[in-house]
Every structure is written in structure tokens, then in C-alpha cells.
């Protein structure tokens, strides 16, 4: 299978030519070019370590949005048994962009949730480009509550670039569908674990987001909006998305240390579309971790940390006041509000 090379693999992609071209050439003409192998693939994979070490954030963003990433259903096929898909949200229509339903990781009984892109052009516009509707968030909270009153876990695979912004979705209230979904997963009496697979874009992110413990894959980013939207805002012009995304910090490691995630679940070096079985391994191993750790919580407890989890996170600084001196006259100190 061809993959789509991005930009800064370019360099990357010339040497792997070489070599295949070394090889063709050996293969032809029976020349021995055992010497010259070993000293490209000594570069090849010199010069992957330092690319895939240095990423900048706008390259973990591109990394995020690569097109041959694994999706929602791809860890399903690789990780979950017994799998039984559910649909429909019960007040308006089933919305394909969020895939829910229930099966077993390890032999424990789970609900997965999730958003799902698409492969090809054709699910791609039926997925709506994994951009769910109200009704995706509707069809996901009717799953959480259905775990949730069984005492079953629940396992959220985080993908999208937002909730769908369309008219419609606005006309069925997207934003309420949200924000329903976030007070109501507080209150759940079952584990909930988030996975940022990919993207995770703003509302439409954190709408299936309120969980114990929230993972992210290496190069996932997690953000209140798109680099190209900040962009778009601050400098007036979307070619500042890469400022943006090292602005916003969004990136796995920024948002470890930010708290907002609590664990990274390493990717192969290219990324997990190289290997998705590898890649689906480290999530299971570390979801069934969670999973096992958050098992002897209590719901009391459970609805309790996780309500703290959430107030915890984020690093705030409050600027000194001015002295009085340094006041200019005339303005009245009302303090910090």
C-alpha cells in the first residue's frame, strides 16, 4: 500500500528511493552492493530518528490528520471481541460520524464510543468527515447511560476535527447535545477511559471527553480549535497555522505536562499508520491497564476524582499588582475579578 508522504518526510521518502533503486540495480546487473546497503540504511535511519525526534507542532498536526491513520473502527477490529454496533440516537436519526456499541477488551464487557472519518471518498461523505451531528453526541450519551446502568466500562476513541458546524446541526442544538454530554458523563457511576487517536478538535472533542483517565497517542493533538481557526483569528490569515499550533500547545507532550492528559501511548516512528497492529497493541495494553486500576473504585469515588481530574487541570499564573506608586492617577484599584 502507498502512503502519502507529507512534507518533511520528503527527505526520508529521496533515501528510501535510493535504496530501491540500489536494489533494482543489483537485482539486474548481479552487482554486489552489500557495502552501499548498509551504509544507506545506517543514514536512513539516522535521518528518521532526528526528524521524527524534532517534530514541531505544526508536523505532529500533520501527523494527526494523515490519511492512512487508523480510525475508531480499526482499533475495534484489532482490539475489541464480540463486537454487536448500536444506532440511532431514539429522537431523530442515526449519525454515522459516531460509531457506539458494545463488546470486550481482554475478556472485560465494554461500550466503545467513538468518531469514525472514513477510509475512501465515499465514507468519508458518509461519516461526514468524522464531524459528528447533535444526534451522534444523542446516539453516545444513550450508550454511556445503557454502560452506565449495567456497571459496564466505557471506552471513548477520540478523532474529529469538531462537531459538524452546518445549519442543521445548529437548528438541532449541537452545542446543547455538548454540553448535556459533558454534565452527564460526570455523573456516570462506570470508568470511562478517552483515547485521542488523531485529532481532537474543541466541543466536538471533549463531547465524548469527560473520562477517569484521558490518553493520548504520540502524535494526536488536543485543542480548543484547529490551528488554521486560531490562525485565522489572531493573524487574520490561515498561513500562520504553524505559529498557531506551537502557540496553542496542543501537542501530546504539552498537554502531559499541562495535565490535561494523563498518560502518552507511544506510536511506531513514523507514526501509527506505519504499524497499525503495533499501534493497536500499545492501546490496549493501555486502556486494559486503566481499566483494571479504575476497577477498584467505587462509583462514589469514581464521580468524585473525576470531578477533580477535571478541576486540576491547566497551569494558571496571576500577575503581580502594581504598587501603588506605579498606578497611573486617577484609576481606582478594584481588584482582580
Not at 444523542?138 to 466500562?153: E, S
Not at 454540553?179 to 457511576?189: C, I, K, S
Request: aromatic content about 6%; hydrophobic content about 40%.
Amino acid at each position: 500500500m502507498t502512503l502519502s508522504t507529507l512534507e518533511f518526510e520528503r527527505p526520508i521518502r529521496d533515501l528510501e528511493d535510493k535504496r530501491e533503486q540500489l536494489l533494482q540495480l543489483a537485482q539486474e546487473h548481479g552487482i554486489d552492493v552489500a557495502r552501499e546497503l548498509d551504509s544507506l540504511n545506517s543514514k536512513l535511519a539516522d535521518l528518521k530518528r532526528t526528524v521524527y525526534a524534532n517534530l514541531t507542532p505544526w508536523q505532529s498536526v500533520q501527523l494527526a490528520r494523515h490519511p492512512s491513520r487508523p480510525q475508531t473502527q480499526d482499533y475495534i477490529n484489532r482490539i475489541i471481541t464480540d463486537w454487536q454496533e448500536l444506532h440511532g440516537d431514539r429522537h431523530f436519526a442515526d449519525d454515522e460520524a459516531m460509531i457506539t456499541g458494545l463488546g470486550k477488551l481482554e475478556g472485560r464487557k465494554i461500550a466503545v464510543i467513538g468518531q469514525q472519518k472514513g477510509q475512501d471518498a465515499i465514507e468519508r461523505v458518509r461519516r461526514n468527515f468524522g464531524m459528528p451531528h447533535p444526534e451522534g453526541y444523542r446516539k453516545a450519551l444513550r450508550v454511556m447511560k445503557l454502560a452506565g446502568r449495567f456497571g459496564i466500562p466505557i471506552l471513548c476513541l477520540i478523532d474529529t476535527a469538531g462537531a459538524y458546524p452546518g445549519v442543521g446541526a445548529e437548528e438541532r442544538h449541537v452545542a446543547e447535545a455538548i454540553a448535556v454530554n459533558l454534565r452527564e458523563m460526570f455523573t456516570l457511576p462506570v470508568p470511562i477511559v478517552a483515547v485521542v487517536i488523531g485529532e481532537g478538535g474543541s466541543g466536538g472533542a471533549l463531547g465524548i471527553g469527560v473520562a477517569d483517565r484521558v490518553l493520548m497517542l504520540q502524535y494526536a493533538y488536543y485543542s480548543v480549535i484547529s490551528p488554521e481557526g486560531c490562525a485565522a483569528i489572531l493573524w487574520k490569515d490561515r498561513a500562520f497555522a504553524p505559529d498557531a499550533a506551537a502557540a496553542l500547545k496542543m501537542t501530546a507532550p504539552d498537554l502531559l505536562k499541562l495535565g490535561v492528559a494523563d498518560e502518552i501511548v507511544p506510536e511506531p516512528l513514523e507514526g501509527a499508520h506505519r504499524d497499525p497492529d503495533a499501534t493497536a497493541q500499545e492501546v490496549q495494553q493501555a486502556v486494559a491497564r486503566c481499566f483494571n486500576q479504575l476497577s477498584e473504585y467505587s462509583p462514589e469515588q469514581l464521580q468524585a476524582t473525576r470531578y477533580e481530574h477535571f478541576r486540576r487541570m491547566g497551569k494558571f499564573s496571576v500577575k503581580s499588582q502594581p504598587a501603588a506608586e506605579d498606578k497611573p492617577q486617577g484609576v481606582e484599584d478594584k481588584g482582580v475579578h
